[in-house]
């Protein structure tokens, strides 16, 4: 039977106890005997120490250093007994049944028919579970859903039924390129800490083995894939990185660059810099959304009236010949902003590459710091 935490009324119940850290042995005996263990590696009991003895295991095993420091003891303890014979024999009672159990269980062959013990589809179904269980209380939060709500609410207010008109525009492209951001974000900072945070847990495992409807669902997929895409990076740096603060700090940098070459804020590179831009996924998957809401025939947006745009803005309403237009095709805004290098089948498989490439680069260091031990 496994505790988490017992009150001082149930610790007394105990006759055995194990008490284990990050997966390692750090004590088995009687329950009785854990206060000297704990006085024999020089962590003894203060005299006045009137409550609850899990409470002191527990303190004594959040700081790191001391739980090391007994992780270690324990196992240079059984160092000659690694298959536990000794422990078994020790503490098993001594009624015919356990004896006959235990002479089974002891002199039996170790045996594997095969490398993990649970099939590929236990384990994505187990951890999927696991991952989402984790993960419900902060997502469901309140905190969360308030900022949720605020953000859709403040969209709504400030890009709801946008025009097609030419003073609105720039309007509709910031919307674009917000949405797709702010997947982007929230992707990236949960996975650059998901493995700094659960490093041990996957040792521990590790070592047990155990709109027009069609352009809305286009327009998901594309966020989605950025949003995977952007969490493959941050597998990349959380794998790499162990530091917490210095994944942190190196992938917002990281972003920083992705953003400002993704196309929305710097559109014109300087000369001998402009194949930098190609390094960026966000310039694909933003590609891949202006050509979804902007390279179709319904996307004629309707040119400005006088006085509409900025002093000094000319209107892109005026062809080359001084030929007059009443609208202006989705398309040519487009290509005005030099997004149609690629057809969009071209950027999908460019922003698909990115997502698997860097997520295979970052299982090597993943493997790497999960099996240093």
């Given at each position: 039977?496994?505790?988490?935490?017992?009150?001082?009324?149930?610790?007394?119940?105990?006759?055995?106890?194990?008490?284990?850290?990050?997966?390692?042995?750090?004590?088995?005996?009687?329950?009785?005997?854990?206060?000297?263990?704990?006085?024999?590696?020089?962590?003894?009991?203060?005299?006045?120490?009137?409550?609850?003895?899990?409470?002191?295991?527990?303190?004594?095993?959040?700081?790191?250093?001391?739980?090391?420091?007994?992780?270690?003891?324990?196992?240079?303890?059984?160092?000659?007994?690694?298959?536990?014979?000794?422990?078994?024999?020790?503490?098993?009672?001594?009624?015919?049944?356990?004896?006959?159990?235990?002479?089974?269980?002891?002199?039996?062959?170790?045996?594997?028919?095969?490398?993990?013990?649970?099939?590929?589809?236990?384990?994505?179904?187990?951890?999927?579970?696991?991952?989402?269980?984790?993960?419900?209380?902060?997502?469901?939060?309140?905190?969360?859903?308030?900022?949720?709500?605020?953000?859709?609410?403040?969209?709504?207010?400030?890009?709801?039924?946008?025009?097609?008109?030419?003073?609105?525009?720039?309007?509709?492209?910031?919307?674009?390129?917000?949405?797709?951001?702010?997947?982007?974000?929230?992707?990236?900072?949960?996975?650059?800490?998901?493995?700094?945070?659960?490093?041990?847990?996957?040792?521990?495992?590790?070592?047990?083995?155990?709109?027009?409807?069609?352009?809305?669902?286009?327009?998901?997929?594309?966020?989605?894939?950025?949003?995977?895409?952007?969490?493959?990076?941050?597998?990349?740096?959380?794998a790499t990185i162990l530091n917490v603060q210095k994944s942190i700090s190196v992938g917002l940098v990281f972003m920083v660059i992705v953003t400002l070459l993704g196309g929305f804020?710097?559109?014109?590179?300087?000369?001998?810099?402009?194949?930098?831009?190609?390094?960026?996924?966000?310039?694909?998957?933003?590609?891949?959304?202006?050509?979804?809401?902007?390279?179709?025939?319904?996307?004629?947006?309707?040119?400005?009236?006088?006085?509409?745009?900025?002093?000094?803005?000319?209107?892109?309403?005026?062809?080359?010949?001084?030929?007059?237009?009443?609208?202006?095709?989705?398309?040519?805004?487009?290509?005005?902003?030099?997004?149609?290098?690629?057809?969009?089948?071209?950027?999908?498989?460019?922003?698909?590459?990115?997502?698997?490439?860097?997520?295979?680069?970052?299982?090597?260091?993943?493997?790497?710091?999960?099996?240093?031990?």
């Open positions: 039977m496994v505790v988490h935490q017992p009150s001082s009324e149930v610790f007394e119940t105990f006759d055995k106890l194990m008490v284990m850290a990050d997966g390692h042995m750090v004590y088995f005996g009687e329950r009785a005997g854990v206060v000297d263990y704990l006085a024999d590696q020089g962590y003894k009991c203060p005299p006045n120490f009137n409550f609850n003895l899990a409470n002191y295991a527990l303190e004594l095993l959040n700081d790191n250093t001391i739980k090391q420091k007994l992780i270690n003891a324990y196992t240079h303890k059984t160092r000659d007994d690694p298959t536990g014979k000794q422990i078994v024999e020790k503490y098993s009672r001594r009624t015919r049944a356990d004896n006959q159990l235990n002479n089974t269980i002891l002199n039996a062959p170790v045996t594997s028919e095969r490398r993990w013990e649970a099939t590929f589809l236990q384990q994505l179904s187990i951890l999927t579970e696991r991952n989402f269980k984790q993960s419900k209380k902060t997502m469901l939060s309140r905190i969360s859903i308030s900022i949720a709500i605020t953000l859709t609410i403040s969209c709504i207010i400030i890009w709801f039924q946008i025009p097609f008109a030419e003073p609105n525009i720039d309007d509709r492209i910031s919307n674009i390129f917000f949405g797709n951001m702010d997947w982007i974000f929230h992707a990236f900072g949960r996975s650059v800490l998901s493995i700094p945070l659960e490093l041990d847990m996957l040792m521990k495992e590790r070592q047990s083995r155990s709109y027009h409807f069609g352009r809305f669902v286009a327009y998901l997929v594309v966020v989605l894939l950025s949003a995977i895409t952007s969490q493959s990076f941050g597998y990349l740096f959380g804020y710097v559109k014109q590179l300087p000369t001998g810099l402009t194949w930098l831009k190609y390094l960026s996924f966000l310039k694909y998957s933003y590609s891949l959304l202006m050509q979804i809401q902007f390279d179709s025939p319904k996307a004629q947006f309707r040119c400005a009236r006088p006085g509409e745009l900025p002093a000094g803005k000319l209107s892109m309403c005026n062809a080359g010949d001084n030929t007059p237009m009443s609208s202006i095709p989705g398309i040519s805004i487009i290509e005005n902003l030099g997004l149609n290098e690629l057809p969009w089948y071209a950027n999908l498989i460019v922003l698909l590459g990115f997502c698997i490439v860097v997520r295979v680069l970052a299982y090597y260091p993943l493997r790497k710091n999960s099996s240093r031990d």
